[in-house]
């Protein structure tokens, strides 16, 4: 078998059996296949697509190109959420302490930002002397003694993904329902939970911009999860605009604690709703609900009784960091030297808060990388003070800009600005939640 015999094969349509996508994972990883011809397969794949059974093989072969996480020793149902990237989607800070303290054991790989769209181990990572880099055994013994553990993917855990995903993210292969099923799924299911909640995005700040295209991702993946035998839900949820009022990685931190702190407004409502009904789901599938409005009442009560900011502030702890922060997250996260208020040249509603286009503007303030290796300014970002439907008079501030750098902040406010539409109408707002898939 050789790796010319499967891009030829896939290229004209063709379809590959177990022994072929196994051939080629395992020949990608070992190096033995070159990243040319890897580009090529991709392409060639992404073009062609492949099929539900393709797309399964692919996902049990990338799993199983390293470690599995072997959580057998640590009790109860263990449950674990994934997001396909968002812009202000800091939701992973919140929800898997409230489902700890709930009582549902959370193992949660995350990830890096990415494009326009944020990562949880940057946010993480402006928390003074938190570290994501931890081994499978401390993840074990955390889980254990605390709940919850959140963590970077290891070099022993999926590698073929890790080494696949660097290259589609260069050769314009990221935005393929198969290939994003199997990288997202080789990782979850490498980590060895019991049950998985989807956040599939849509809309203008999402990779899958149409909800068709998000459907399809989600039914992929659920059907592959419900195949290796884990307990599966996925929500089709909006992201037009940014989810909450802040925009990157301190400042997303400091709103999740002041949403542990049981306080919201109307800048958060939409964070705070769908961080009940993503929680009550793995409350379901983790068997401390019976029913998702259960779900809903238990996740809300440990928010608003103080139980997910302790158990928040016991993860900080047992992975390196200063819990005191929590009291007084001014002091200790950083904070950038500049802030600028940008001012809304109209009267009326806010009829658009393009998310993508708030994304960019945070990356370019240097809250995200621009390029792989790009250094990220932890205290750069945004935060809102209008979100779609809101009513603004000329020259009040639409959001205040948080940089380092003077140079970054003209861009940045015309890619801002660019994203904004001011109407006379208050417009009709989308639903937050377009599908459930079960």
Excluded at 120 to 139: C, H, R, V, Y
Excluded at 177 to 197: H, N, R, T, Y
Excluded at 224 to 243: F, H, Q, S
Aim: net charge positive.
């Amino acid at each position: 078998m050789r790796a010319y015999d499967l891009i030829y094969k896939k290229r004209n349509g063709g379809r590959l059996n177990r022994e072929e996508i196994q051939f080629f994972v395992s020949g990608f990883t070992d190096g033995s296949i070159t990243d040319y011809q890897a580009s090529a397969f991709l392409m060639a794949a992404f073009i062609r697509g492949m099929d539900a059974t393709e797309t399964s093989i692919l996902t049990e072969t990338m799993r199983d190109s390293g470690d599995c996480l072997d959580l057998s020793s640590v009790p109860g149902v263990k449950v674990d959420k994934h997001s396909t990237g968002g812009v202000g989607d800091g939701i992973s800070l919140v929800l898997a302490p409230l489902v700890a303290a709930c009582g549902v054991p959370v193992p949660m790989m995350s990830g890096r930002g990415l494009g326009h769209t944020g990562g949880t181990l940057d946010k993480l990572e402006s928390i003074p002397g938190f570290t994501t880099n931890i081994s499978e055994a401390q993840a074990v013994a955390q889980l254990k003694q605390i709940g919850c553990v959140m963590m970077g993917q290891t070099s022993r855990l999926a590698p073929a993904d890790k080494k696949m995903y660097a290259l589609r993210d260069v050769t314009a292969t990221v935005d393929c329902v198969p290939l994003i099923a199997a990288s997202i799924l080789s990782k979850k299911l490498a980590e060895g939970c019991d049950g998985l909640v989807l956040d599939v995005k849509t809309g203008s700040g999402a990779f899958m911009q149409e909800k068709k295209q998000a459907v399809a991702l989600a039914q992929s993946m659920v059907a592959i999860g419900k195949k290796c035998r884990k307990k599966m839900v996925a929500l089709i949820t909006d992201m037009n605009e940014p989810l909450g009022k802040a925009v990157g990685n301190a400042l997303e931190v400091k709103q999740a604690l002041e949403i542990l702190a049981g306080k919201e407004d109307h800048a958060t409502q939409s964070y705070v709703s769908l961080t009940e009904t993503l929680g009550a789901w793995m409350l379901v599938l983790g068997g401390k609900a019976r029913v998702h409005k259960e779900g809903v009442e238990k996740i809300s009560s440990a928010r608003k009784n103080g139980a997910g900011l302790k158990k928040f502030q016991e993860l900080v702890s047992a992975q390196g960091g200063d819990s005191t922060f929590c009291a007084d997250p001014d002091r200790f996260l950083p904070r950038a030297p500049m802030v600028k208020q940008i001012l809304s040249p109209w009267k009326g509603f806010v009829a658009s808060l393009n998310a993508r286009s708030v994304g960019v503007a945070s990356v370019l303030l240097g809250a995200g990388r621009e390029k792989q290796d790009s250094p990220v300014d932890l205290s750069a970002g945004i935060v809102l003070h209008k979100k779609l439907g809101g009513k603004v008079e000329r020259g009040e501030s639409l959001a205040e800009f948080h940089y380092s750098d003077e140079k970054k902040c003209g861009d940045a406010e015309r890619a801002f600005m660019a994203g904004v539409k001011i109407a006379k109408i208050k417009p009709r707002l989308n639903p937050l939640i377009y599908k459930i898939i079960r």
